[in-house]
């Protein structure tokens, strides 16, 4: 009797299969393995890549969206300083010829000399100051109904087509030089240049009674004094006419920062990017 391998013939296991059927089938449970994680693999990262292009969608939109709140807001600003420069330019052909005034459109702000309105030293107006305050109002109760709500009379007919801003306040503000002062009734230069900052309230409302109800949008007074003393010179040279320019009143006017749904929803926007980007790291 020949044995299996003179036979040429492959032995057989006790069940009946071959050792090379046996590694064959192996070899396919391997492959179809491999086939299976090859697609998942293959599943996942397309669903990586539709998330990826979604979020890349969202993120354009985002962006579309924010550009577009970003220049309604820098439209609205630019009206607003464009609505007080048109207003610093009425007051200023108002008094053109009649009270000298500095004009100062960047900064918004309306200035007179000190000397046109007080002795140095003092808070008493001179007597000829007196009608250059007046004129001085007379501009102010004309022009400024139509940035502010007034509190008894509404703005005239004329605001409509002219005001497109609004005041959120205006600051009398006063100025003085470096020369130290303290007397019974002024410690300092602070004391002083509030105290003419607030006679020149008093005389203009004096004069226009309808100034001292004007109101902002908040139905808050409009108009307000304060006082810087020597701190805020135009001219630090320290020569006479260096201190007589630093003693000075000054009308401050301050817009109404647009707070409009564009650019609220802006803000909130960019504080929801900040915290969502604070949560991914």
């Not at 579309?64 to 820098?74: P, Y």
């Not at 609505?83 to 200035?111: C, F, H, W």
């Not at 801003?165 to 600051?171: M, N």
């Not at 749904?261 to 960019?270: F, H, S, T």
Request: net charge positive.
């Amino acid at each position: 009797m020949r044995s299996a391998a003179a036979s040429g013939r492959r032995p057989r296991r006790a069940d009946g299969q071959s050792e090379g059927g046996n590694y064959f089938a192996s070899m396919t449970d391997l492959m179809l393995g491999l086939l299976f994680i090859f697609i998942i693999m293959l599943m996942a990262f397309a669903l990586n890549m539709r998330d990826a292009e979604r979020k890349m969608s969202d993120a354009a939109s985002e962006s579309a969206e924010a550009q577009r709140k970003l220049s309604n807001a820098t439209r609205e600003l630019t009206e607003s300083d464009l609505a007080r420069r048109e207003m610093l330019r009425q007051l200023a052909q108002l008094l053109q010829g009649q009270v000298p005034v500095i004009v100062d459109e960047e900064n918004g702000t309306l200035q007179l000399g000190d000397d046109v309105l007080f002795p140095k030293g003092s808070a008493e107006t001179y007597p000829e100051a007196l009608p250059k305050l007046r004129l001085l109002g007379k501009a102010l109760d004309a022009v400024l109904p139509c940035y502010a709500l007034a509190a008894a009379v509404p703005p005239p007919g004329y605001c409509a087509a002219t005001s497109k801003g609004r005041l959120e306040a205006v600051y009398i503000e006063g100025h003085t030089d470096a020369t130290p002062i303290r007397t019974s009734r002024f410690q300092n230069n602070w004391d002083l240049s509030a105290a003419r900052a607030s006679e020149t309230f008093k005389k203009l409302v004096e004069a226009f009674p309808g100034l001292g109800g004007l109101r902002n949008d908040r139905n808050e007074r409009l108009i307000g004094v304060s006082g810087y003393g020597e701190l805020r010179p135009v001219d630090e040279s320290g020569t006479p006419e260096a201190m007589q320019k630093n003693r000075r009143i000054e009308l401050r006017f301050i817009m109404v920062s647009p707070r409009t749904p564009a650019l609220d929803g802006l803000m909130e926007q960019i504080r929801g990017n900040q915290i969502r980007n604070k949560g991914s790291r």
